[in-house]
């Protein structure tokens, strides 16, 4: 059973930056899609971002764009959520999850591993 163990969530107030992980383990790592969702408290789970195999290519939620950074360390399979100015909209439950071979689009249900999620909570 492949572990995706996300780090790094916290509590903390708006205009700051946290930069979450996503260490994985016993999965195969290089050959596929990664994508952070997050889950508002009484809303739906929703796409921020996903990061390819191919060249590292990326999408991003029209939301987070130009505030949010994914990236990838093969070496230490490992994926990255770099987020700053982050606002209280950006409160939820951040999941790590690893797309279906040869998918990297942006809908969860292309995504079938799934860590446990992160806490993230921005103050005003």
């Known amino acids: 059973q492949g572990q995706l163990i996300e780090s790094g969530g916290g509590s903390v107030q708006a205009g700051d930056s946290l930069t979450l992980s996503c260490r994985v383990s016993?999965?195969?790592?290089?050959?596929?899609?990664w994508g952070w969702f997050r889950q508002a408290p009484g809303k739906e789970r929703t796409f921020v971002a996903t990061?390819?195999?191919?060249?590292?290519?990326?999408q991003y939620a029209d939301d987070v764009k130009d505030r949010f950074t994914i990236s990838r360390d093969n070496a230490k399979n490992t994926v990255y959520l770099q987020m700053n100015n982050l606002k209280p909209e950006d409160t939820a439950v951040y999941y790590c999850?690893?797309?279906?071979?040869?998918?990297?689009?942006?809908?969860?249900?292309?995504?079938?591993?799934w860590g446990q999620g992160t806490q993230v909570t921005v103050s005003e």
């Open positions: 990061i390819s195999w191919i060249s590292s290519s990326t």
């Open positions: 999850a690893r797309a279906q071979s040869g998918y990297r689009g942006i809908y969860s249900r292309g995504y079938d591993h």
């Open positions: 016993i999965l195969s790592f290089t050959n596929y899609a």
